[in-house]
């Protein structure tokens, strides 16, 4: 079983920084591909980038590439979105996720474990 705390969200103006931490519980953290995805009200839980379970390979949505990267420390159970040059339609609650897929997948269904959510909010 894995728990997963997201931190870090809040509020920023264009163009402005913030990095996102997601805490794990549980013995097998590094077995598992993590990912950030977003969801703003009213629409689909929407893939944002995505990592294996050594580090070594990760994935972006287009939207975010170049401007995003996400990294983990294994040995602290902690993945993390470090997103710059926001924007306001990067206003979403941001959710971390874990699945025992080796390669990280932009289908929210095909992950176990879920936290949360934090709230980011780009003002323009």
């Known amino acids: 079983q894995v728990e997963l705390v997201e931190s870090g969200g809040g509020s920023v103006q264009a163009g402005g920084s913030l990095k996102l931490s997601c805490v794990a519980s549980?013995?097998?953290?590094?077995?598992?591909?993590m990912a950030w995805f977003r969801q703003v009200s009213g629409k689909e839980r929407e893939f944002v980038a995505g990592?294996?379970?050594?580090?070594?390979?990760?994935s972006y949505a287009n939207s975010v590439k170049s401007r995003f990267a996400i990294s983990r420390d294994n040995a602290k159970k902690t993945v993390y979105l470090q997103m710059n040059s926001l924007a306001p339609e990067d206003t979403a609650v941001y959710f971390c996720?874990?699945?025992?897929?080796?390669?990280?997948?932009?289908?929210?269904?095909?992950?176990?474990?879920w936290g949360q959510g934090t709230q980011v909010t780009v003002s323009s």
């Open positions: 549980g013995r097998t953290f590094d077995w598992h591909a």
């Open positions: 990592i294996t379970p050594a580090g070594g390979t990760s």
């Open positions: 996720a874990a699945s025992t897929r080796i390669v990280p997948q932009e289908s929210a269904d095909q992950y176990e474990h």
